[in-house]
């Protein structure tokens, strides 16, 4: 298969572990044979500097035009104190925006033979295996009016969504649990929130569509606290922008480690976005010590929700656990008696598992 895409390291350690989904597709394709093109752009922090906006019309083209896109990590603190046009993460909300991505997958699970690393107990968090569906171009981050009033004595923002926007991400949300266990948790905040009920309703309706899902509505203040005391309990969780935001946070620290931790961002005829959950990374940036494993996991989402290559995603997956399981891992991760090793060496072992087999 032919495929092509983009690639937009933006800043930090994001131009670094950029390099390593590049040469873990390089070697899927040579094992599959597949044909992956490449095109580079700038984005956030990099895209700020060379071309005075955080999210150039050159690279909307680039990614308009791609089968899909992977991201590195927008931000650092050479930009914290731009006015907010002209902030990094600008360039994030307007590529989501621009490419119509409205989901935004999580998926959150340990891994093996690392060592307990999160700061809940290990009982607790054992054996959670949970996705987070997240709405990611409605709601409170786009409702307007969002404006200072009253010369700044009063502000108001906007939970805005129509029955369509919350259709699609709930029909997600099913879809993804009938891959998975088969149950789906809606979190809301239907108790106080107009928006809420009506997001209530359309799970409601849904259901019947979807007879092998049983499903349970859950208030989001409730949730937060089952996730850390009871994560076990979560198959997949479809929520709304904000609270989608917030819990997929919170559900990163089960596994103890941002380096870990893939997503995906989808738009509804399969193109998507795919970036580590952890940022830029400045106290490490340019050290070569960054965990290039959530990157690498995010490429094997890509091959599997964008490209349908679910065998090759598989393999990525399986790569990584085996290099666990050597004990190889960065800075970043503890394993017993396990070798310690940067970036590039991570990167090298995975590869070579991935050209190993087959
Ligand atoms: P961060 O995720 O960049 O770093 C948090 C901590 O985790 C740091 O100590 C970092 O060294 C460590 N870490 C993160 N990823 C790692 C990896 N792959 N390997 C090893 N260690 C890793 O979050 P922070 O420090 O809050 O933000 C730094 C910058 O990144 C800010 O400008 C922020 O706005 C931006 N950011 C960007 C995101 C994105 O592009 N999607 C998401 C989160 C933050
Ligand atoms: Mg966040």
């Given amino acids: 298969m032919k495929k092509h895409v983009v690639l937009l390291p933006g800043d930090g350690i994001g131009k670094e572990v950029i390099n390593s989904a590049k040469d873990v597709l390089n070697a899927i394709a040579e094992e599959f044979n597949h044909e992956f093109s490449f095109e580079t752009h700038e984005i956030g922090g990099a895209a700020i500097d060379q071309y005075g906006t955080p999210l150039p019309e050159s690279t909307v083209e680039a990614c308009g035009r791609a089968d899909a896109v992977l991201l590195g990590a927008v931000g650092g603190p050479k930009w914290d104190n731009n006015p ?7 360039g994030l909300l307007g ?10 997958l999580r998926p959150i699970k340990g891994f093996k033979n690392l060592l307990h690393a999160s700061p809940l107990k290990e009982e607790v968090v054992k054996g959670s295996d949970l996705l987070i569906v997240r709405e990611l171009t409605g709601g409170l981050y786009f409702g307007t009016p969002s404006e ?3 010369n700044g004595q009063s502000v108001v923002d906007t939970l805005a969504y129509s029955r369509k926007e919350i259709e699609r991400i709930v029909d997600r949300g099913f879809q993804a649990a009938q891959q998975r266990r088969g149950h789906l948790t809606s979190v809301d905040k239907a108790n106080v929130l107009e928006s809420s009920k009506l997001w209530r ?3 409601e309706e849904k ?3 979807y007879p092998d899902v049983s499903v349970d509505h859950v208030l989001v203040d409730a949730a937060a606290m089952k996730l850390i005391t009871n994560p076990t309990q979560f198959d997949v969780i ?3 922008n904000l609270f989608g935001d917030i819990l997929s946070d919170e559900a ?3 596994t103890g480690s941002l380096g870990m931790l893939p997503s995906a961002s989808l738009r509804e005829d399969g193109v998507g976005l795919y970036e580590p959950v952890h940022g830029s990374a400045p106290d490490i940036a ?3 010590i960054a965990n290039p494993v959530a990157m690498i996991l995010s490429t094997a989402l890509m091959l599997r929700y964008s490209f349908q290559m679910e065998n090759e995603g598989k393999l990525i997956e399986d790569a990584v656990q085996s290099v666990l399981d050597a004990g190889f891992h960065t800075a970043d991760l503890q394993i017993e008696n396990g070798s310690l090793v940067g970036t590039a060496e991570m990167t090298k072992h995975i590869v070579d598992f991935i050209k190993s087999q087959n």
């Fill in 238 to 240: 479809v929520t709304e």
């Fill in 84 to 90: 907010s046009h002209l902030r990094p993460e600008r």
């Fill in 201 to 203: 309703e359309v799970v």
């Fill in 148 to 150: 200072r009033r009253d």
């Fill in 252 to 254: 990163s620290v089960l």
């Fill in 95 to 104: 590529i989501r925006k621009a490419l119509d991505l409205y989901a935004n």
């Fill in 207 to 209: 259901k019947s569509q």
């Fill in 286 to 288: 340019g050290k070569g």
